[in-house]
């Protein structure tokens, strides 16, 4: 434990304007950071956001500070200079970043004022580093977490790291707002659909950039499902640039009857999708980790993911679900098949409470914590000259 209450610098793409796995994480970050250390300054430095929310679930004397309001063309030098200013002016305990774009500033303030940084490691933007300001900030951070083992074997793999830099703190999920519940009425009159029927959920942005994340895959897959489980029905739930090419591609497939594009949906109501569904699906190749794996798992829904990538860490080696190979159509309507009428070999899949249960076991925000906890005392107590540093 620490002597005093340290002072943090926290540093985000954003908080509040944007909801991606990014911007999830760094919000249960800060709240477990808080939790540990109510006493400690935090100012927290948003690139996107702007000051339009009103912080509620932070601690009071939380200092935010926004650059969103400024143009897209001057946004970098504008933050850049923000971060530089106030670490100069409050010289932070610890400076930690949750995307890796940051950490050359970071690095570049470590060797001006000795403060020392961590940074957190998701997913592609941690895979295949070209930039050599971050290859080399990397090299000089405190600590990296990774969200997952796949990300932090490609780290070391790829950038030659120290392996003790690099330490697991996995995703959490907010389990008081994913519960199991039966399918819910509204939806299923929204959507036309019975309370039998079969339905496929992928909760994805449809970005052109991003359709690794597999949704065409299953649309791929689909008319073999359809072969042995008629009225199944696919729900993709996001929205993106996407949406048109996905929407030629359901038409080219005949699936127009069998797909529905629910576009966004309000974080208040995706609990509700994820209980209208019977098997959660996203057989991704390019995923750091997967926030929505644990909370369709929440849902005590099962849950089919890519063996590739991060999901092999949600979804704990395939006892939480089944990966499959992301690319084979075939396999992955095989699965399907067997998980929607109750064959699948994985019995776990048809136990709610007890996939939730397990979900928590390894995944709660009380196991995100207490795995916070440990690294924070470890590195506090390897470094109590930073305490001293700023009196």
């Known amino acids: 434990m620490v002597s005093r209450s340290p002072r943090f610098h926290l540093w985000c793409p954003n908080l509040f304007n944007f909801k991606g796995g990014i911007q999830v994480y760094s919000a249960y970050f800060l709240q477990a950071l808080q939790d540990l250390y109510p006493q400690a300054s935090y100012d927290i430095f948003l690139m996107h956001d702007i000051d339009t929310s009103p912080h509620v679930p932070y601690l009071p004397g939380t200092q935010f ?17 923000q971060l530089i200013g106030q670490t100069i002016r409050h010289r932070p305990d610890l400076i930690i970043t949750t995307h890796l774009n940051f950490t050359p500033v970071a690095h570049w303030l470590k060797r001006l004022l000795g403060i020392p940084f961590w940074t957190i490691a998701h997913g592609v933007e941690a895979w295949d580093i070209q930039r050599s300001a971050i290859k080399n900030a990397l090299h000089s951070a405190e600590c990296i977490l990774a969200v997952s083992q796949y990300t932090r074997n490609r780290l070391l793999d790829e950038q030659k790291l120290d392996p003790t830099q690099i330490s697991l703190l996995p995703n959490t999920v907010d389990t008081t707002r994913f519960q199991i519940a ?13 309370p039998e029927q079969p339905i496929i959920l992928t ?12 949704y065409d895959k299953v649309l791929e897959a689909l008319p073999m499902i359809r072969q042995f489980i008629p009225n199944v029905h696919y729900l993709i739930v996001g929205k993106g640039d996407d949406q048109a090419r996905l929407e030629r591609y359901i038409a080219q497939l005949n699936l127009q009857d069998s797909v529905t594009l629910a576009g966004f949906v309000p974080d208040k109501e995706l609990c509700d999708y994820y209980n209208v569904c019977n098997v959660f699906a996203m057989p991704s190749k390019l ?22 990538d991060g999901a092999i860490d949600a979804l704990c080696q395939g006892d939480l679900g089944v ?54 005392n470890d590195f506090f107590t390897v470094s109590n000259s930073l305490l001293s540093s700023n009196p």
């Not at 500070?65 to 200079?81: E, K, T, W």
């Not at 039966?182 to 019975?194: E, F, I, V």
């Open 182 to 194: 039966a399918k819910p009425n509204h939806l299923l009159q929204k959507y036309g659909l019975t």
């Open 203 to 214: 909760v994805s942005r449809l970005c052109s950039t991003e359709s690794y994340r597999g």
């Open 65 to 81: 500070h926004f650059a969103g309001q400024y143009p897209s063309s001057i946004r970098n030098p504008v933050f850049a200079a």
């Open 287 to 308: 995923e750091g980790f997967g926030i929505v794996y644990l909370e369709a798992l929440a849902c005590g829904r099962p849950v089919l993911g890519g063996n590739q």
């Open 323 to 376: 990966l499959v190979n992301p690319d084979d159509a075939e396999e992955i309507a095989k699965n399907l098949i067997q998980i929607l009428q109750g064959q699948h070999l994985n019995r776990t899949l048809y136990q709610p409470e007890i996939l939730r249960q397990r979900m928590i076991e390894h995944y709660g925000f009380s196991q995100f914590r207490d795995n916070l906890t440990k690294h924070l």
